[in-house]
């Protein structure tokens, strides 16, 4: 495993101790990889994106109220106003344009926003990168019996910045359908009135509980539900079309500059499925020196399933920076590609591929066409170069040329996966005693679980029945992992769905207190308080994270919550006993988990309406008046204006889920003076 380093804090000035343990990872040179706010450990990865979009008809009704009333729903496209900003320079701000991540557990993410975009990509680890790329697009063609012309629109709310597919029809109208999230779901319910059928477009990764394997792995999964409410046949036509990234993310900035492209390209691939049809699509590759990957060696691929009734053709190569035509010219005309198998291989051109999948609908008919999105970037490399395989490489291997292997699995799992993923979430979201808007946020908020830098699997060469290592970034501006004084709060939904992984980590670190790093490593709190470098152990012998007791409850809530932004923002961390707001750089700020923890203690409490009080400001921060979805940040201030987003923290809303009711009467003041409690029958 990585070395592991203990970073010690004094007190700080309000009196409360704390030990943060955090693992550092040092580089060639044996330096400590620290960094300070807004750096980034040097660490090095690149996963293998494949991409499969694969779709195959069904004859299962579904409407777009099959989706849980609970999913947070926002207009495609629809601005916001007044949005959160980040108080820090240099810190991590995209802006709200933000959507459900798609990925699994340590197989690195990327997400598309809720105006269509594919634009956050944290395939390399501890990387953050936000950037959209116009080649990356879902299309859709309809066309009404009878008519002379369908309509071909490319499904985002935008357009491209510079002259790149100027032929393709873009800027999907505002407001036309809604978003809904529900992680690790998300729905792209498409309204538009040139469109004659109903379409809605499900997404998924099978982030499932329990299920280690398959939520370990790169994949996403699209279901299009398609239905036809007219009385005339409905010809729709669905195009993906993706750009060749292989070795797009070798870099450590936050956007793709410099990106290469040079030894990429596309080839063409088919396969029979015994009893489902034929799997055809393109797979996106690289030119790689050796047999081995590198880190930023992979691959992508698109495809799709053509069966009875659903016709894929395709288009494997075109400029992406091209206008475009090879692909919009005949998609526009009647929702076919030219099956055009061309290929060669980039100078320093990008390379796109696109496939379509076409089918008739019925008048009345329905239809649910599952289609895949895979990838299988399997390296991981850290700064002092060792190499690690993700978890999922386990089942798939290691040679970074699964891309097609994978993307048939979540072809041929995509129902099973669905449903299994409805059955985990019914209890909750249907649970009417407690509030709808936290049934949604109580697994939206689960998407840092995934999304937020988390490392799994083995160094490379280990032993496959040895347990891999799991350990959580604490942000991608604080690009540290295993910070333990923090880890607990998202620990508790691994806790409750993926035992294993949490059991296997506090093993580990267990395994750390008897042990010692002699090496001086910088006191950075002390330091600051002295104006001198001030140094210590990295590690004593026996160190542990100390904790700390919540008490006062009442007088927090009335104080901390209610006066603080008109009860609205959650808890503040400090305020003077009449309300004022205090200077301290941190206690004027509210955390988002330490004010979801103190909810699960007032709820222990019996104190349900200050606990679902306190929470729902944070909701109302997050999801309606900041725009800081899937981006949940550690702390906001007074203006709502937050420091260090997609932090971990947040998941700590389980909490409120997992904290169990203090006992009452004699017997709970016996367990807080440490008196054997006194035997209790109810």
Known sequence: MPAIDFFQCSPTANGIGIILCLIFLRDSNNQTIR??????????????FAFAFCLSAASNGWASDSIPKTAWKRAFGLPLENSGITRVPGDIDDGYWQGV?????????FSRSYRGEFARWHIKAANHKYEPVDANQFAMFQQSEGDGQGTAQVLMNGHPQDSSLASWQ????????????????????????????????????????????????????????AENRTNKKVTVSVLLSWTNMSGWFRTITRDFTGAPNQGNHNYSMNENIAGAGTMKGIVF?????????????????????????????????????????????????????????????????????????????????TKVIPMVIARDFPLVQFGEGRKWNRRYTDFYGTSGRNAWKIARDGLLHATQWSDEIDQWQAPYINDASKPQWYRGMLFNELYALTDGGTFWGRQAGS?????????????????????????????????????????QVLLEFTNTVP?????????????????????????????????????????????????????????????????????????????????????GLLMSEGQKDEAWKATWGLYHVIYESKGYWFRTPEAWDITGNFRAGMYMRPMAIWALEMTPARPRGPERDSTRTGAPPRDVTR
């Open 35 to 48: 960094g300070t706010s807004g750096g980034r450990l040097k660490r090095s990865f690149i996963p293998i």
């Open 101 to 109: 991540p798609i990925g699994g557990i340590g197989a690195g993410t």
């Open 170 to 225: 873009w800027d999907y109208p505002v407001g036309a359908g809604d978003y809904y999230a529900l992680f690790p779901k998300a729905w792209f319910d498409y309204k538009w009135n040139k469109f004659p059928a109903h379409v809605v477009l499900e997404q998924f990764s099978p982030v499932i509980p329990n299920k280690y394997r398959e939520s370990s792995y790169p994949v996403a999964v699209y279901r299009l539900h």
């Open 285 to 365: 590759d690289r030119n790689r020196a050796g047999g081995a990957p590198n880190e930023w060696d992979g691959q992508f691929a698109i495809a799709a399933l053509d069966s009875p009734g659903v016709e894929v053709r395709k288009q494997t190569t075109f400029q992406a920076s091209g206008d475009g035509k090879a692909v919009w010219t005949p998609f526009s005309k009647n929702g076919r590609l030219a099956n055009d198998g061309k290929s060669w291989v980039s100078d320093k051109e990008k390379l796109a591929g696109a496939i379509a999948v076409r089918f008739t609908l019925r008048p009345g008919e």
């Open 463 to 503: 032993d496959l029945k040895a347990p891999p290592t799991f350990a959580e970034l604490e942000c991608f501006d604080y690009a540290y992992y295993g910070t333990l004084d923090v880890r607990f709060y998202a620990s508790l939904p691994l806790l409750k769905f993926w035992p294993d992984i949490d059991k």
């Open 515 to 599: 042990k010692e790093w002699p090496e001086q490593g910088l006191w950075v709190w002390k330091a600051a308080q002295t104006g001198q470098p001030v140094t210590h152990k990295r590690k004593k012998i026996g160190a542990v994270p100390h904790d700390m007791q919540v008490s006062a409850m009442k007088k927090i809530f009335d104080v901390n919550v209610t006066k603080f932004g008109h009860g609205e923002m959650g808890a503040a961390n400090g305020m003077s006993a009449d309300g004022a707001i205090l200077t301290n750089a941190e206690a004027k700020e509210v955390w988002v988990g330490t004010t979801e923890g103190f909810a």
